[in-house]
């Protein structure tokens, strides 16, 4: 049938998908305190080598992409996402050296006390990166980018808390990622504007003379398994 | 060896990429003026239905998808690409009947003079879609939204105007594409803020009485071939 024999000329493409997992230490007085999850490689290429969570699509078992990310994530680094977004997809003969390969590629968040779970030696600095395979420091900077642009118009770093946060917490964060130390008076009437938080009732954080208010996100933004 | 044998053994998975080319009819009062540039397909499968303009990516030619876009715009629609961006990557078992596939989306911006060479009955409003190929009604869905939410803090709509403009045709175009008829003084003063158009130098349009200053933009966004 021609269908079949124009399926069979065409080259092979290998086509994968990587996560770029996310999150903050903000106990950290390091630069911004953002890391990123790494695993290190137990087969070739780059055997050895430290990478993102990645891994082929297997189409007889994914729904779509987003679900082989999810397997991925869940079957390397024993993870379940708690939010994933699609980033970005990454191509060309170089960038895997079994052959032109498209990379499917996927930001998740997660809040640092979760990824205390992570191997430490394998949570890095995004702004002082081991060699990592493939090209995916070119894949882990977009990212940032991305959550570094979505922090100042959108509820999504909020995924980068716990449940239960208080609101200097939110605002080291946002300030974190947007490089820069917000006003307290302003970030908290900016808050209210957008309203995507409320106080979590009779939930209160920190010691007896002035515990701290707990909030918690209204209505998290839903994740589009579609794509 | 190994890697051969294993990549021999995994399915095969399609690859296509998919162009949304959206411009603007100012002169149309009907609704935004929206329209996406469409194709009849010559072959199966949906031989005869109005398409994207799509194809299989080469992993012998194109050094990416991007420039698989760029390639397919060029060959199925005699078409340069003016401004091109990712918008997202689709995938999944049912969304063509050859199988398991990813088609990597791009949207392409142009202006309403030069689509005027494309054929008037290929070019669909996006408000009143005809029956279209494969989920290719969801892909242009996508990219109007991602369009819209970029017209309210970028100058990508400039891609959409002609090379020159009067800043009455920018404010229309913003207004079509926000939603809503935007006050022409704060317009202006935004736009000097964001500074993103500069006077051409003694041009002008209109009649003789009040002349309008044509403008242009001042520094194209860069537009990223690299994915």
Redesign the interface.
């Known amino acids: 049938m ?2 079949k024999s124009d ?1 069979a000329m ?6 994968t998908v990587d996560v770029v997992l996310l999150t903050v230490d903000l106990e950290s007085s390091l630069s911004d305190g953002l890391r990123v999850g790494l695993i290190r490689r137990d087969a ?2 780059y055997k050895g080598a430290l990478a993102l969570p990645g891994g ?2 297997h ?2 078992e994914d ?3 987003a679900a082989a990310a999810c397997r991925v994530l869940k079957t390397k680094a024993g993870k379940a996402v708690r939010y994933l977004e ?1 980033l ?6 170089s960038r895997d050296p ?3 390969s ?1 990379s ?1 590629c996927y930001v998740a968040l997660e809040d640092r006390e979760t990824m205390k779970q992570w191997p430490a030696d394998l949570l890095a600095r995004v702004d002082a990166l081991p060699p990592l395979a493939f090209d995916h420091a070119t894949l882990i900077g ?1 990212a940032v980018e991305r959550l570094r642009n979505k922090a100042s ?1 959108s509820a999504l770093p909020v995924f980068l808390l716990p449940d239960t946060f208080t609101l200097s917490e939110l605002q080291d964060l946002y300030g974190r990622l947007l490089g820069t130390p917000l006003d307290k008076s302003s970030f908290r009437r900016k808050v209210r504007e957008l309203g995507f938080v409320e106080e979590v009732p009779g939930a209160f954080k920190g010691g007896q003379n002035r515990p701290a208010q707990l909030y918690r996100a209204k209505e998290m933004t839903t994740f589009d398994r579609t ?1």
Request: glycine share 6%; proline share 12%.
């Open positions: 021609n269908m399926s065409r080259p092979k493409i290998l086509v070739a290429p082929y699509v189409p007889e729904e779509n992409t699609q970005a997809t990454f191509s060309g003969p079994r052959g032109w498209v499917v977009a118009y794509i």
